[in-house]
């Protein structure tokens, strides 16, 4: 769902386990999974790691909807996926 428009749009996606036994599972939680536009996605995560946080395997790279994302770890966030997205830059195509 997505709610409003431009810069400030809010999208909000509703997810539902393919397989409850198998990981992520997503039921698990209330709220599993939040994300974030990040300005700079590179510096931002090495800020992160250098101060103690665990990004999720994988680092940076192309989400689904095509932006730049990263995931910082569960273990690192009280429990909640939290996905850091690439601001798109206004200038580029």
């Given amino acids: 769902m997505r709610i409003g428009e431009g810069d400030s749009a809010v999208e909000i996606d509703l997810m539902q386990p393919l ?11 209330a709220l599993n999974h939040f994300g974030l536009w990040i300005d700079d996605l590179p510096a931002c995560i090495k800020y992160l790691e250098a101060n103690g946080v665990q990004v999720a395997p994988g680092g940076i790279r192309k989400g689904a909807s095509g932006f730049d994302v990263a995931f910082i770890h569960p273990k690192s966030t009280g429990g909640i996926l939290l996905e850091l997205v690439q601001f798109p830059n206004k200038n580029s195509p």
């Fill in 19 to 29: 397989d409850p036994e198998k990981k992520p599972q997503v039921q698990k939680l």
